[in-house]
């Protein structure tokens, strides 16, 4: 088992080399079922780098222990929730410009694939240059994303750059709607898990970083008076 467990690795890895390099073989196996099954490997290194980005910015943070890992979890399950969010939406404006359903496989290949940058996220937890690093992963992620839904629907490049953009945009907007409920949720989990008055703010939900949960005592929610320290919120 741990032979095969190891060339999985290797394999994802070169993936990944080949996917950030342009290789032409990808785009011509897009609709593969092995080639899908590959992009899931690339797809769980890069969650596995974002977590250890994570951990190194809770870290240096101080967030240790349980509060660590419930920021992380929290921080975790709500990138995957905006990135199947994202895919659904970019496929959903995809579908409407181009009247093309493509195979499911082909769509989660595609998506799957766009992550490959990630797996320097890892690195994102160094200061000062932990967040320029993030914005260029994202800015690298969107140009594959590009350039496989090109290949994907044999699109020219103005009008693939249209729909990866029109997604892109639109995914701005629901973030952002989507920040003040999810930041509450959040809260009250933090909250009912630690037993500490901490808020999540909503650009911890939009940034899809680590939770360093700001406490209530000190950043009140407005309109309401900030909870004693140690009170339960």
Known sequence: MVP?????????????????WREADITDRLGSIDLFWSSVGVAALALLSIG????????LNRVRGLRAVISGSLALAL???FRLLDAVVTWGVAL??????????TILTVFLLSLAPHVFNALTFVPFVG?????VLELWSFLVL???????YTLPGW???????????LMQVLARVLAAPLGWVSSRLWTLATGEPMIVTGAN???SGPFVPVSASEHPLPGASAPATGERA
């Open 146 to 152: 590009f350039v496989l839904l090109a290949a994907a």
């Open 205 to 207: 939900i939009l940034t």
């Open 159 to 169: 009008l693939a750059l249209l729909i990866t953009g029109s997604g892109w945009l």
């Open 79 to 81: 990138l995957i929730g």
């Open 4 to 20: 095969d467990i190891w060339g999985a690795l290797v394999a994802s890895w070169q993936l990944v080399g080949d996917v950030l």
């Open 96 to 105: 409407a410009v181009t009247r093309r359903p493509l195979p499911l496989v």
């Open 131 to 135: 967040l320029g690093l993030a914005r």
């Open 52 to 59: 250890l980005g994570q951990s190194g910015v809770l870290f």
